[in-house]
């Protein structure tokens, strides 16, 4: 009942940047929590950022100071802007969105199909 579609990887080279996009869509009352992930083969998915219906931010440490997460206008977009990449960002990027379901009020946590990131000369 709820959509995400990413967009935005790539290849990139070393101190490179990124933006990675994320919008949801389907049957949405409200969006709490919408954030980005990784994993890498063999390895778990691990956070990287998260945004709250608020505002308030929070980070993986090892993407501090690097990566920031943003929401658009609509509120049903986000975003993470990938500065200074280095190799061990390589990695698949996940967007996960938790909210409300419109027609029940039902909560959700959605994940979204997933992009590559690639950093490497």
């Known amino acids: 009942q709820v959509q995400l579609v990413e967009s935005g990887g790539g290849l990139v080279q070393p101190g490179g940047s990124l933006r990675l996009s994320c919008e949801a869509s389907?049957?949405?009352?409200?969006?709490?929590?919408m954030g980005w992930y990784r994993q890498t083969p063999g390895n778990e998915r691990n956070l990287v950022a998260v945004i709250t219906s608020g505002g308030n931010t929070n980070y993986g440490d090892s993407v501090k100071g690097r990566f920031t997460i943003s929401r658009g206008e609509s509120k049903k977009t986000v975003y993470l802007e990938l500065n200074s990449l280095t190799p061990e960002d390589t990695a698949v990027y996940y967007c996960?969105?938790?909210?409300?379901?419109?027609?029940?009020?039902?909560?959700?946590?959605?994940w979204g199909q997933g992009t590559q990131v690639t950093v490497s000369s």
């Open positions: 996960k969105v938790s909210g409300i379901t419109d027609g029940g009020y039902r909560s959700f946590h959605s």
């Open positions: 389907g049957r949405i009352f409200s969006i709490l929590d």
